[in-house]
T-cell receptor, first 111, second 114 residues
């Protein structure tokens, strides 16, 4: 059974710092991995999608990497801003087309 | 991409009543997914709604509590029945792209049961 874990569970950093969020999964047989952002009480916004054949994806200040063999992904946020404060979720999709979500990292960027 | 509209965006309900949540997609999709996110928790899949057949429920979720309709390829409803305070959660509708490689979510329904 696929399990997805994210560390740290919470993170508080001063504005301008570069930071790394971690995601690990137990079954490497995935189709892709997707990173989402969730603002309090809201739905999910897709940030980056990495297909199983890819190693990384970049969008603006965000960079996500994927190492399938070791069951790990990282989300790198450069030059963090207070507007980046949110919960970040990673999710993997496998053969059943269902997404299995991680436990999330609550990020707070202090001005 | 897909644009998903969910209604209502939030509601406060009395225990023992039922609430039906609607999910409308701007394109035809084979599968629609319903998730629950309890306070401070991650998302848990409730069921997969397929057009023309019964929904497939995940372990721990039953049709009597969470009946689902899927009348066509762009619409689905989830009903939370006989609600208790433990049902207070955000309920989210999701669809995949045609290749089933990317997920899109509605803005969610924030339910509070008092």
């Amino acid at each position: 059974k696929q399990e997805v874990t994210q560390i740290p569970a919470a993170l508080s950093v001063p504005e301008g710092e570069n930071l790394v969020l971690n995601c690990s999964f137990t079954d490497s047989a995935i189709y892709n991995l997707q990173w989402f952002r969730q603002d309090p009480g809201k739905g999910l916004t897709s940030l980056l999608l990495i297909q199983s054949s890819q190693r990384e994806q970049t969008s603006g200040r965000l960079n996500a990497s994927l190492d399938k063999s070791s069951g790990r992904s990282t989300l790198y946020i450069a030059a963090s801003q207070p507007g980046d404060s949110a919960t970040y979720l990673c999710a993997v999709i496998s053969g059943t087309y269902k997404y299995i979500f991680g436990t999330g990292t609550r990020l707070k960027v202090l001005a | 991409s897909a644009v998903i509209s969910q209604k209502p965006s939030r509601d406060i309900c009395q225990r023992g009543t039922s609430l039906t949540i609607q999910c409308q997609v701007d394109s035809q999709v084979t599968m629609m997914f319903w998730y629950r996110q309890q306070p401070g928790q991650s998302l848990t899949l409730i069921a997969t709604a397929n057009q023309g057949s019964e929904a497939t429920y995940e372990s721990g979720f039953v049709i009597d509590k969470f009946p689902i309709s899927r009348p066509n390829l762009t619409f689905s409803t989830l009903t939370v029945s006989n609600m208790s305070p433990e049902d207070s959660s955000i309920y989210l509708c999701s669809v995949n792209n045609r290749q089933n490689t990317e997920a899109f979510f509605g803005q969610g329904t924030r339910l509070t049961v008092v």
